[in-house]
Protein backbone atom coordinates (compact mmCIF):
# COMPACT_ATOMS: atom_id res chain seq x y z
CA UNK A 1 0.00 0.00 0.00
CA UNK A 2 1.39 3.38 -0.50
CA UNK A 3 0.75 6.12 2.18
CA UNK A 4 0.92 9.40 1.62
CA UNK A 5 0.94 11.66 4.84
CA UNK A 6 1.15 15.48 5.51
CA UNK A 7 3.22 15.82 8.26
CA UNK A 8 3.43 19.03 10.59
CA UNK A 9 6.47 18.59 13.20
CA UNK A 10 5.35 21.96 14.69
CA UNK A 11 7.08 23.74 17.80
CA UNK A 12 8.81 22.50 21.11
CA UNK A 13 9.78 19.11 20.87
CA UNK A 14 7.64 18.45 17.89
CA UNK A 15 10.04 17.70 15.40
CA UNK A 16 12.21 15.25 18.32
CA UNK A 17 9.04 13.23 18.61
CA UNK A 18 8.02 13.74 14.78
CA UNK A 19 11.15 12.00 13.98
CA UNK A 20 10.90 9.29 16.12
CA UNK A 21 7.35 7.94 14.62
CA UNK A 22 8.54 8.10 11.32
CA UNK A 23 11.38 5.94 12.26
CA UNK A 24 9.15 3.21 13.66
CA UNK A 25 6.60 4.00 10.38
CA UNK A 26 9.33 3.34 7.91
CA UNK A 27 10.12 0.20 9.95
CA UNK A 28 6.84 -0.87 10.21
CA UNK A 29 6.56 -0.19 6.18
CA UNK A 30 10.01 -1.70 5.48
CA UNK A 31 8.46 -5.06 7.32
CA UNK A 32 5.42 -5.01 5.67
CA UNK A 33 6.03 -4.01 2.27
CA UNK A 34 4.12 -0.86 2.41
CA UNK A 35 5.52 2.38 0.38
CA UNK A 36 5.51 5.84 2.57
CA UNK A 37 6.03 9.50 1.34
CA UNK A 38 6.22 12.40 4.01
CA UNK A 39 5.14 15.77 2.95
CA UNK A 40 6.54 18.33 5.51
CA UNK A 41 4.54 21.36 6.13
CA UNK A 42 4.39 24.29 8.94
CA UNK A 43 2.37 25.14 11.16
CA UNK A 44 2.18 26.69 14.59
CA UNK A 45 5.12 29.32 15.56
CA UNK A 46 7.22 27.59 12.98
CA UNK A 47 5.11 28.86 10.46
CA UNK A 48 4.64 32.57 12.02
CA UNK A 49 8.06 32.92 11.94
CA UNK A 50 8.07 31.92 8.25
CA UNK A 51 5.19 33.27 6.85
CA UNK A 52 3.34 35.45 9.53
CA UNK A 53 0.43 33.51 10.23
CA UNK A 54 0.09 30.27 12.00
CA UNK A 55 -1.81 28.40 9.40
CA UNK A 56 -1.50 28.63 5.43
CA UNK A 57 -3.50 28.06 2.78
CA UNK A 58 -0.97 26.09 1.38
CA UNK A 59 -0.46 23.84 4.38
CA UNK A 60 -4.27 23.46 4.10
CA UNK A 61 -4.04 22.31 0.49
CA UNK A 62 -1.05 19.55 1.25
CA UNK A 63 -3.17 18.20 3.97
CA UNK A 64 -5.94 17.90 1.99
CA UNK A 65 -4.50 16.21 -0.96
CA UNK A 66 -2.71 13.25 1.52
CA UNK A 67 -3.98 10.48 3.26
CA UNK A 68 -3.62 11.56 6.78
CA UNK A 69 -1.59 13.77 8.57
CA UNK A 70 0.83 12.98 11.15
CA UNK A 71 1.39 16.05 13.97
CA UNK A 72 3.90 17.40 16.63
CA UNK A 73 3.05 19.92 18.98
CA UNK A 74 2.30 23.74 18.13
CA UNK A 75 2.92 26.64 20.05
CA UNK A 76 5.57 28.02 23.60
CA UNK A 77 5.80 29.64 25.84
CA UNK A 78 3.17 31.90 26.76
CA UNK A 79 4.62 34.25 29.03
CA UNK A 80 8.14 34.76 27.08
CA UNK A 81 7.70 33.73 23.49
CA UNK A 82 7.12 36.82 21.21
CA UNK A 83 4.37 34.75 19.17
CA UNK A 84 2.04 35.73 22.38
CA UNK A 85 2.04 39.74 21.72
CA UNK A 86 0.13 38.71 18.72
CA UNK A 87 -4.00 39.23 18.68
CA UNK A 88 -5.64 36.02 19.39
CA UNK A 89 -6.23 34.64 15.98
CA UNK A 90 -2.32 35.07 14.96
CA UNK A 91 -1.20 33.33 17.67
CA UNK A 92 0.02 29.60 16.91
CA UNK A 93 -3.17 27.99 18.36
CA UNK A 94 -5.30 29.85 16.42
CA UNK A 95 -3.40 27.22 13.80
CA UNK A 96 -4.75 24.32 15.52
CA UNK A 97 -8.50 25.29 15.68
CA UNK A 98 -8.30 26.57 11.95
CA UNK A 99 -6.62 22.84 10.71
CA UNK A 100 -9.83 21.04 12.48
CA UNK A 101 -12.13 22.83 10.67
CA UNK A 102 -10.73 23.02 7.18
CA UNK A 103 -10.41 19.51 7.59
CA UNK A 104 -13.41 18.86 9.56
CA UNK A 105 -12.50 16.98 11.75
CA UNK A 106 -15.26 16.98 14.18
CA UNK A 107 -14.37 13.45 16.24
CA UNK A 108 -11.04 13.65 18.52
CA UNK A 109 -10.20 10.38 20.09
CA UNK A 110 -8.35 10.17 22.68
CA UNK A 111 -7.70 7.03 24.39
CA UNK A 112 -5.77 6.84 28.25
CA UNK A 113 -4.59 3.30 28.79
CA UNK A 114 -2.61 2.07 32.10
CA UNK A 115 -0.12 -0.28 31.07
CA UNK A 116 0.84 -2.28 33.97
CA UNK A 117 4.10 -1.64 33.59
CA UNK A 118 3.65 2.04 34.60
CA UNK A 119 1.05 1.81 37.45
CA UNK A 120 3.47 2.62 40.05
CA UNK A 121 3.11 6.23 38.53
CA UNK A 122 -0.32 6.34 38.66
CA UNK A 123 -1.13 8.90 41.14
CA UNK A 124 -4.51 7.11 41.93
CA UNK A 125 -4.82 4.64 45.09
CA UNK A 126 -2.66 1.53 45.01
CA UNK A 127 -6.11 -1.16 44.82
CA UNK A 128 -7.09 1.40 41.93
CA UNK A 129 -4.42 1.36 40.06
CA UNK A 130 -3.95 -2.48 39.91
CA UNK A 131 -7.41 -3.03 38.79
CA UNK A 132 -6.10 -0.80 35.55
CA UNK A 133 -7.75 1.12 32.57
CA UNK A 134 -8.71 0.99 29.30
CA UNK A 135 -10.71 3.73 28.65
CA UNK A 136 -11.29 6.24 25.31
CA UNK A 137 -13.08 9.75 25.02
CA UNK A 138 -14.55 10.89 21.90
CA UNK A 139 -14.42 14.77 21.93
CA UNK A 140 -16.31 16.55 19.68
CA UNK A 141 -13.74 18.96 18.33
CA UNK A 142 -15.51 22.03 15.82
CA UNK A 143 -18.57 22.78 17.98
CA UNK A 144 -19.38 24.48 20.91
CA UNK A 145 -17.91 27.06 23.22
CA UNK A 146 -14.66 27.01 21.13
CA UNK A 147 -16.25 27.97 17.60
CA UNK A 148 -18.82 30.32 18.98
CA UNK A 149 -19.13 33.72 18.24
CA UNK A 150 -17.18 35.93 21.07
CA UNK A 151 -16.74 39.65 21.79
CA UNK A 152 -15.26 41.95 24.42
CA UNK A 153 -16.80 45.45 24.72
CA UNK A 154 -17.43 47.95 27.85
CA UNK A 155 -21.04 48.37 29.20
CA UNK A 156 -21.85 50.54 31.47
CA UNK A 157 -18.49 51.34 32.52
CA UNK A 158 -16.74 48.01 33.12
CA UNK A 159 -15.60 44.96 30.11
CA UNK A 160 -18.02 42.28 29.52
CA UNK A 161 -16.62 38.92 27.92
CA UNK A 162 -19.18 37.12 25.91
CA UNK A 163 -18.39 33.55 24.96
CA UNK A 164 -21.25 31.82 22.80
CA UNK A 165 -21.94 28.25 23.07
CA UNK A 166 -23.92 26.41 20.14
CA UNK A 167 -24.63 22.88 19.35
CA UNK A 168 -26.66 21.99 16.14
CA UNK A 169 -28.33 18.70 15.92
CA UNK A 170 -26.68 17.39 13.20
CA UNK A 171 -23.20 17.97 15.02
CA UNK A 172 -24.28 15.71 18.02
CA UNK A 173 -25.60 13.34 15.69
CA UNK A 174 -22.26 12.93 13.64
CA UNK A 175 -20.47 12.72 16.46
CA UNK A 176 -22.52 10.41 18.47
CA UNK A 177 -23.23 7.96 15.80
CA UNK A 178 -18.97 7.89 15.92
CA UNK A 179 -18.45 6.85 19.71
CA UNK A 180 -21.41 4.30 18.92
CA UNK A 181 -19.31 2.63 16.09
CA UNK A 182 -16.19 2.98 18.28
CA UNK A 183 -17.97 1.27 21.31
CA UNK A 184 -18.59 -1.54 19.14
CA UNK A 185 -15.57 -2.52 18.62
CA UNK A 186 -14.81 -1.55 22.15
CA UNK A 187 -16.63 -2.82 25.23
CA UNK A 188 -19.90 -2.01 24.12
CA UNK A 189 -20.72 0.67 26.22
CA UNK A 190 -21.09 4.42 26.10
CA UNK A 191 -20.87 7.16 28.56
CA UNK A 192 -22.32 10.26 27.35
CA UNK A 193 -21.35 13.28 29.84
CA UNK A 194 -23.38 16.76 29.63
CA UNK A 195 -24.51 19.35 32.06
CA UNK A 196 -28.48 18.70 31.08
CA UNK A 197 -29.83 20.18 34.50
CA UNK A 198 -28.21 23.55 34.06
CA UNK A 199 -27.41 23.79 30.10
CA UNK A 200 -30.02 23.82 27.04
CA UNK A 201 -26.95 22.99 24.73
CA UNK A 202 -26.79 19.76 26.89
CA UNK A 203 -30.09 19.18 27.18
CA UNK A 204 -30.20 18.60 23.04
CA UNK A 205 -26.99 16.83 23.32
CA UNK A 206 -29.18 14.50 25.80
CA UNK A 207 -32.08 13.86 23.42
CA UNK A 208 -30.44 13.44 20.19
CA UNK A 209 -27.81 11.26 21.80
CA UNK A 210 -30.60 8.79 23.35
CA UNK A 211 -32.29 9.16 19.43
CA UNK A 212 -29.06 7.62 17.95
CA UNK A 213 -28.45 4.80 20.73
CA UNK A 214 -31.98 3.19 19.53
CA UNK A 215 -30.17 2.04 16.34
CA UNK A 216 -27.26 0.37 18.38
CA UNK A 217 -29.47 -2.00 20.92
CA UNK A 218 -26.30 -3.89 21.36
CA UNK A 219 -24.48 -0.73 23.19
CA UNK A 220 -25.41 -0.10 26.35
CA UNK A 221 -25.99 4.13 26.87
CA UNK A 222 -25.55 5.77 30.30
CA UNK A 223 -25.74 9.17 31.21
CA UNK A 224 -23.56 11.34 33.37
CA UNK A 225 -23.15 14.73 34.62
CA UNK A 226 -19.73 16.36 33.64
CA UNK A 227 -18.90 17.55 37.23
CA UNK A 228 -19.96 13.74 38.69
CA UNK A 229 -17.87 12.41 35.59
CA UNK A 230 -14.26 14.60 36.53
CA UNK A 231 -14.83 12.45 40.14
CA UNK A 232 -15.34 9.44 38.97
CA UNK A 233 -12.15 9.09 36.77
CA UNK A 234 -10.17 9.60 39.75
CA UNK A 235 -12.31 7.33 41.67
CA UNK A 236 -12.02 3.98 39.29
CA UNK A 237 -11.81 4.84 35.69
CA UNK A 238 -12.28 0.76 34.88
CA UNK A 239 -15.76 1.71 34.97
CA UNK A 240 -15.39 3.90 31.94
CA UNK A 241 -15.06 2.75 28.06
CA UNK A 242 -16.54 4.98 25.40
CA UNK A 243 -16.73 8.71 27.15
CA UNK A 244 -18.95 10.77 24.75
CA UNK A 245 -18.91 14.89 25.05
CA UNK A 246 -18.86 18.07 23.75
CA UNK A 247 -15.86 20.07 22.74
CA UNK A 248 -15.03 22.02 26.18
CA UNK A 249 -15.81 19.43 28.35
CA UNK A 250 -13.70 16.44 26.29
CA UNK A 251 -10.38 19.37 26.68
CA UNK A 252 -10.78 18.95 30.07
CA UNK A 253 -11.63 15.52 30.81
CA UNK A 254 -9.40 14.15 28.17
CA UNK A 255 -6.47 15.96 30.10
CA UNK A 256 -7.33 14.58 33.68
CA UNK A 257 -7.83 10.80 32.38
CA UNK A 258 -4.18 11.56 30.36
CA UNK A 259 -2.54 12.18 33.96
CA UNK A 260 -3.76 9.64 35.65
CA UNK A 261 -2.15 7.28 33.66
CA UNK A 262 0.99 8.34 35.19
CA UNK A 263 2.16 10.92 32.25
CA UNK A 264 0.66 12.64 29.66
CA UNK A 265 3.84 11.80 27.23
CA UNK A 266 1.46 7.87 27.13
CA UNK A 267 -1.08 9.43 25.55
CA UNK A 268 -1.80 9.24 21.64
CA UNK A 269 -4.64 10.84 19.86
CA UNK A 270 -6.75 10.84 16.32
CA UNK A 271 -8.99 13.85 14.81
CA UNK A 272 -11.26 12.23 12.33
CA UNK A 273 -14.10 13.34 9.52
CA UNK A 274 -17.12 11.34 7.86
CA UNK A 275 -14.12 9.93 6.06
CA UNK A 276 -11.18 7.88 6.85
CA UNK A 277 -9.09 10.74 6.59
CA UNK A 278 -7.55 11.93 10.05
CA UNK A 279 -5.10 14.01 11.63
CA UNK A 280 -2.51 12.19 14.57
CA UNK A 281 -0.87 13.85 17.16
CA UNK A 282 0.29 13.43 20.48
CA UNK A 283 -2.35 14.83 23.46
CA UNK A 284 0.90 16.88 25.04
CA UNK A 285 1.84 19.90 24.61
CA UNK A 286 5.04 21.53 22.90
CA UNK A 287 7.16 21.94 26.41
CA UNK A 288 9.61 24.18 25.40
CA UNK A 289 11.58 24.19 28.28
CA UNK A 290 12.95 20.39 27.01
CA UNK A 291 12.92 21.03 23.58
CA UNK A 292 16.00 19.96 21.83
CA UNK A 293 17.48 18.72 24.94
CA UNK A 294 16.91 14.43 23.93
CA UNK A 295 14.64 14.21 26.98
CA UNK A 296 11.50 14.10 25.62
CA UNK A 297 9.03 10.69 25.49
CA UNK A 298 7.95 10.01 21.55
CA UNK A 299 5.55 7.46 22.44
CA UNK A 300 2.91 8.95 22.40
CA UNK A 301 3.46 10.06 18.84
CA UNK A 302 4.68 6.81 18.18
CA UNK A 303 1.12 5.42 19.47
CA UNK A 304 -0.78 8.32 17.53
CA UNK A 305 0.78 6.48 14.28
CA UNK A 306 -0.29 3.33 15.35
CA UNK A 307 -3.56 4.97 15.30
CA UNK A 308 -3.49 6.23 11.90
CA UNK A 309 -2.63 2.74 10.74
CA UNK A 310 -5.57 1.38 12.56
CA UNK A 311 -8.07 3.92 11.80
CA UNK A 312 -7.12 5.48 8.03
CA UNK A 313 -4.92 2.88 6.42
CA UNK A 314 -7.10 -0.24 7.99
CA UNK A 315 -4.32 -1.72 8.88
CA UNK A 316 -4.45 -3.84 12.11
CA UNK A 317 -1.39 -6.09 12.04
CA UNK A 318 1.07 -2.96 11.55
CA UNK A 319 -0.93 -0.79 14.16
CA UNK A 320 -0.63 -3.95 16.56
CA UNK A 321 3.15 -4.34 15.70
CA UNK A 322 3.92 -1.16 17.25
CA UNK A 323 1.83 -0.91 20.23
CA UNK A 324 3.35 -4.71 21.03
CA UNK A 325 6.97 -3.18 20.19
CA UNK A 326 6.07 -0.36 22.89
CA UNK A 327 4.86 -3.03 25.41
CA UNK A 328 7.86 -4.83 25.00
CA UNK A 329 10.52 -2.29 25.52
CA UNK A 330 8.38 -0.77 29.12
CA UNK A 331 8.21 -4.49 30.02
CA UNK A 332 12.34 -4.81 29.15
CA UNK A 333 11.95 -1.72 31.78
CA UNK A 334 13.28 1.14 29.79
CA UNK A 335 12.07 5.18 30.52
CA UNK A 336 12.40 8.04 29.58
CA UNK A 337 12.52 11.12 32.17
CA UNK A 338 8.91 11.18 32.54
CA UNK A 339 8.38 8.10 33.46
CA UNK A 340 11.01 7.07 35.77
CA UNK A 341 8.85 7.18 38.71
CA UNK A 342 7.29 4.46 37.58
CA UNK A 343 10.39 2.79 38.68
CA UNK A 344 12.20 2.97 41.37
CA UNK A 345 15.70 2.55 40.78
CA UNK A 346 16.08 2.92 37.14
CA UNK A 347 18.97 1.37 36.31
CA UNK A 348 21.54 3.70 34.19
CA UNK A 349 21.22 1.82 30.91
CA UNK A 350 17.52 1.62 30.92
CA UNK A 351 17.16 5.12 31.17
CA UNK A 352 16.49 6.71 27.79
CA UNK A 353 16.61 9.89 25.77
CA UNK A 354 13.42 10.74 23.39
CA UNK A 355 15.94 9.15 20.21
CA UNK A 356 17.24 6.03 22.22
CA UNK A 357 13.68 5.17 22.97
CA UNK A 358 12.77 5.86 19.01
CA UNK A 359 15.31 2.92 18.51
CA UNK A 360 14.38 0.82 20.59
CA UNK A 361 10.55 0.55 19.07
CA UNK A 362 11.69 0.54 15.90
CA UNK A 363 14.15 -2.32 16.85
CA UNK A 364 11.55 -4.54 18.17
CA UNK A 365 8.79 -4.44 15.55
Known amino acids: MKLNIACISGDGIGPEIVAEAKKVLNKVCEKYGHEITYNDVL ?28 MGSIGGNTSTSPWYKLEPSLRPEAGLLKIRKSLN ?52 GEM ?17 I ?75 LSDEASMVTGSIGMLPSASLNE ?26 TILSASMMLRYTFKLDKEADAIENAVKKVLSEGFRTTDLLGASVNTPEDKKCGCHRMGDLIAERI
Open 43 to 70: MGGCSIDAYGVPLTDETIDVCKKSDAVL
Open 105 to 156: LFANLRPAFLYPELKDACPLKEETANKGFDLLIMRELTGGLYFGERETKEVD
Open 160 to 176: VATDTLVYRESEIRRIA
Open 178 to 252: KAFEVARQRRKKVISVDKANVLDSSRLWRKVVEEVAKDYPDVELEHMLVDNCAMQIVKDPSQFDTVLTENMFGDI
Open 275 to 300: TSFGLYEPSHGSAPDIARKDIANPIA
